[in-house]
């Protein structure tokens, strides 16, 4: 039998409610949002880390970087996992400085993926700007060995960039 791997798993709380409250409080364990939870990847990573997202919509922009490598996102069901954020080529707001991510469509990702060996399964990517608002890129990954098992990409122009 061969030994398993070492592995770590992180959880996000559920998205918030329309009160604006969760359903689960930070001090149980969870990060309160999906970025939290790929800033505690250790740099350097080489342990397969697993963050668990619950069923909701999770708005925001999410950026791994280069140094954070083994992360998957595992979702509940990508109709019910939905990670979306609304950049377009003209107007990015990431919270991560400009020359990390690029400007234009390289960098308009809602989810930009630049560590190694990421995978994700069941979540729908989704770059949420309206029609008509030009290039708005759903997920940009420029990493090596990513994979993604039962995902959905949605946008209105370019919605994948590998």
Same mark, same amino acid.
């Given at each position: 039998?061969?030994?398993?791997?070492? @592995?770590?798993? #992180?959880? %996000?709380?559920?998205?918030? +409610? #329309?009160?604006? #409250?969760?359903?689960?409080?930070?001090?149980?364990?969870?990060?309160?949002?999906?970025?939290?939870? /790929?800033?505690?990847?250790? #740099?350097?990573?080489?342990?397969?880390?697993? /963050?668990?997202?619950?069923?909701? $919509?999770?708005?925001?922009?999410?950026? %791994?970087?280069? =140094?954070?490598? *083994?992360?998957?996102?595992?979702?509940?069901?990508?109709? +019910?996992?939905?990670? +979306?954020?609304?950049?377009?080529?003209?107007? /990015? &707001?990431?919270?991560?400085? =400009?020359?990390?991510?690029? +400007?234009? =469509?390289?960098?308009?990702?809602?989810?930009?993926?630049?560590?190694?060996? *990421?995978?994700?399964? &069941?979540?729908? *990517?989704?770059?949420?700007?309206?029609?008509?608002?030009?290039?708005?890129?759903? /997920?940009? %990954?420029?990493?090596?060995?990513?994979?993604?098992? &039962?995902? @959905?990409?949605?946008?209105?122009? $370019?919605?994948?960039?590998?």
């Amino acid at each position: 039998m061969a030994s398993q791997q070492p @592995r770590r798993v #992180l959880r %996000v709380a559920p998205a918030p +409610t #329309l009160a604006g #409250l969760s359903a689960s409080s930070p001090g149980e364990g969870f990060f309160r949002t999906v970025q939290e939870a /790929i800033d505690a990847v250790p #740099l350097s990573n080489t342990v397969r880390t697993t /963050i668990v997202i619950p069923p909701g $919509v999770y708005r925001q922009p999410l950026y %791994v970087p280069k =140094t954070k490598n *083994f992360i998957t996102f595992a979702g509940a069901h990508p109709e +019910t996992t939905i990670l +979306t954020w609304d950049n377009t080529a003209s107007r /990015i &707001n990431h919270h991560q400085p =400009t020359p990390l991510i690029g +400007t234009g =469509t390289f960098g308009c990702g809602s989810t930009i993926v630049e560590g190694e060996d *990421f995978i994700a399964e &069941n979540i729908t *990517f989704e770059n949420s700007a309206p029609q008509g608002s030009g290039q708005a890129v759903a /997920i940009r %990954v420029t990493a090596d060995r990513c994979a993604f098992y &039962n995902c @959905r990409f949605l946008g209105w122009q $370019v919605c994948l960039s590998l």
